[in-house]
Antibody, heavy 121, light 106 residues
Framework: EVQLVESGGGLVQPGGSLRLSCTGS????????IHWVRQAPGKGLVWVSR????????SYADSVKGRFTISRDNAKNTVYLQMNTLRAEDTAVYYC??????????????WGQGTLVTVSS | SYELTLPLSVSVALGQTARITCGGN??????VHWYQQKPGQAPVLVIY???NRPSGIPQRFSGSNSGNTATLTISRAQAVDEADYYC?????????FGGGTKLTVL
């Protein structure tokens, strides 16, 4: 079964840092682009970042550029999202999802179950 | 930045046809993907590249895309179809999601 599992969420103070992990199984992890998408409580889906199969290409939403860093360790089948200088508006469930295309510009499926990040003092 | 417009809510009687329209400038020139999300769950892909249905998605789900509007059609709507639905495209290197439509099956 193709599966993605996120971890690392929690409560953090404004200005703090957190690292999320996304571990894949059931497929050749090193062959796929991976995305992070977030959803604030009661709100819609917002794309955050993506990384290509070997980690050499990354892109970010303007709202997180310069604060978040995406990376991957294919030996561990894991993608990371390092989040620094966190703000209250970063509070959300963070999902990772697998891109279905060659260039990272296609549909995403499947999605992980999500991990909740709460930024609050 | 590119914007996708979805109605906040759509209601449909049990067994009837629901249509959720996603508006965007010349959206017909883009690939549109649709996701279903039930409360407390992760999104699930229901339509990709405008009209294609993933394995495991019921045949009552279909999609179309032309001009400035993409449409998700749910025929013979069932109670289990009650969920939030999102359309998504890529524009200028960014994935763009519509704000979400809450589908209520009456």
């Amino acid at each position: 079964e193709v599966q993605l599992v996120e971890s690392g969420g929690g409560l953090v103070q404004p200005g703090g840092s957190l690292r999320l992990s996304c571990t894949g199984s059931g497929f050749t992890f090193s062959s796929y682009w991976i995305h992070w998408v977030r959803q604030a409580p009661g709100k819609g889906l917002v794309w955050v970042s993506r990384i290509n199969s070997d980690g050499s290409s990354r892109s970010y939403a303007d709202s997180v550029k310069g604060r978040f860093t995406i990376s991957r360790d294919n030996a561990k089948n894991t993608v990371y999202l390092q989040m620094n200088t966190l703000r209250a508006e970063d509070t959300a469930v963070y999902y990772c999802a697998r891109d279905s295309g060659t260039y990272g510009y296609d549909w995403v499926d499947p999605w992980g179950q999500g991990t909740l990040v709460t930024v609050s003092s | 930045s590119y914007e996708l417009t979805l109605p906040l809510s759509v209601s449909v009687a049990l067994g009837q046809t629901a249509r959720i329209t996603c508006g965007g400038n010349n959206i017909g020139s883009k690939n549109v993907h649709w996701y279903q999300q039930k409360p407390g769950q992760a999104p699930v892909l229901v339509i990709y590249r405008d009209t294609n249905r993933p394995s495991g998605i019921p045949q009552r789900f279909s999609g179309s895309n032309s001009g400035n509007t993409a449409t998700l059609t749910i025929s013979r709507a069932q109670a289990v179809d009650e969920a939030d639905y999102y359309c998504q495209v890529w524009d200028s290197g960014t994935a763009v999601f519509g704000g979400g439509t809450k589908l209520t099956v009456l």
